[in-house]
């Protein structure tokens, strides 16, 4: 939906002049929701948090032309199902990304949750389908 790329656009805005302090927000939530997770990750942070915000990036600037990132969706979600990414998880990362959004984020209303919502979940599900594909291989 143009209103919901508008959105995600706006919120990302604020947020990408802060990328780091962003993604390490997120993933104290991330572990704070679910502690196993935390087994998943290097010790070391740094680098993931910087794959994060390029990840976020991409996805954002390319909202209105989802269709050109179905094959690099697929091979994250490939890739992260064989890191032990289940499809479980992908519920505890969609709640920190909101929690952290609209901690971030100054005016972050229903709207914006909702975009958000509807957008993580098309890219959710992209990519546990291709990790459930990889899997049953």
Known sequence: MP???VAIRTDFAVVAPRADAFASRFYERLFGIDPTLRTLFPED??????????????VVAGLDRLETMVDTLRHLGRRHG???????????V???????????????????????????????????????EQAAA
Not at 45 to 58: F, H, I, S
Not at 82 to 92: D, T
Not at 112 to 121: F, L, N, Q, T, V
């Open 94 to 132: 969609g709640e920190a990304l909101l929690a952290t959004l609209e901690e971030s984020v100054a005016g972050f209303e229903d709207r914006s949750r909702i975009a958000w919502g509807r957008a993580y979940a098309s890219l959710a599900d992209i990519m546990i389908s291709a990790a459930a």
């Open 3 to 5: 209103a919901d790329i």
């Open 45 to 58: 942070l740094a680098p993931q948090r910087k794959k994060l915000v390029q990840a976020l990036a991409m």
């Open 82 to 92: 064989g890191y032990g990414v289940e499809p479980h998880h992908y519920a505890a």
